[in-house]
């Protein structure tokens, strides 16, 4: 699947170039981002709350999803960051989705997509993401330097996620200061929250941490705490809850 994501990103991609010129505009007259790394030193845990329309293994998550309103929701319970998938084909995401949740609210926005060049770091910046997303699984490690070192010069910050050892090591090796572990198996999809404990001590002094995927109440929030994750990033969970806000506050009070 991952493959397949890539294939149709890259075929996006090509479609940018036009635009190219336009977009180093837009990215030259955004306000500065905000601190997405400071953002997540928030005791007791963090939360990274996602907007997130639908997914390959899950299909359609929450019909007539109002992404400011939903990010006010999640702001209102704690969130110390959102994160707005954009993917268009298999997420259901726009660059509309985060530019609406960046007008309502006052946490930094995390722009969740398959960041594959350069052009798109500049294309997050002119959307007014504060932070983007870098896949290790996507890209040899010299291409995650050098699109890690491109966001840091343009003012943004990446999460850079890995789903196993050889990748946290990718992103060490890259610099990153800031490393998620997704706990879904790429090939199969399946979630297995050990992964992130597993990878822990692989990260024990990395700035900040996060542990994805698989996440739905306090208990799972708590089993990333107690493996030393400084965050959690919950998406599904989130968007199909009645109480957002509450299970939010839920989560940050697992530590």
Do not use: C, W
């Amino acid at each position: 699947m991952l493959d397949q994501i890539l294939e149709v990103t890259r075929a996006r991609v090509k479609s940018l170039r036009p635009q190219a010129s336009e977009l180093v505009a837009a990215a030259s007259n955004v306000s500065p981002a905000l601190d997405f790394g400071a953002a997540l030193r928030q005791p007791p845990l963090s939360v990274i709350a996602e907007i997130k329309r639908r997914s390959p293994s899950r299909g359609q998550l929450a019909p007539g999803l109002n992404p400011g309103q939903q990010a006010k929701q999640y702001e209102g319970g704690g969130a110390s960051a959102i994160s707005v998938l954009t993917e268009p084909e298999f997420f259901g995401g726009s660059a509309a989705d985060l530019q609406s949740v960046k007008r309502s609210v006052g946490v930094p926005v995390l722009r969740k997509d398959f960041i594959l060049d350069e052009l798109q770091i500049i294309e997050s910046k002119a959307m007014g993401a504060d932070a983007l997303l870098l896949i290790a699984a996507a890209m040899d490690v010299q291409r995650l330097t050098r699109l890690l070192g491109l966001t840091l010069e343009v003012g943004l910050q990446a999460l850079v996620e890995a789903h196993d050892a050889k990748e946290v090591d990718q992103a060490r090796s890259a610099g990153a200061t800031i490393i998620g572990v997704n706990n879904r198996n790429l090939s199969t999809f399946g979630v297995d929250l050990a992964t992130a404990e597993d990878l822990a001590g692989m990260l024990a002094d990395v700035d900040i941490t996060v542990g994805e995927s698989g996440i739905h109440n306090a208990e799972d929030a708590g089993r990333m705490a107690d493996a030393g994750y400084d965050a959690v990033l919950v998406g599904e969970s989130l968007v199909r809850s009645p109480d957002p806000a509450g299970l939010i506050r839920e989560l940050r009070d697992a530590r």
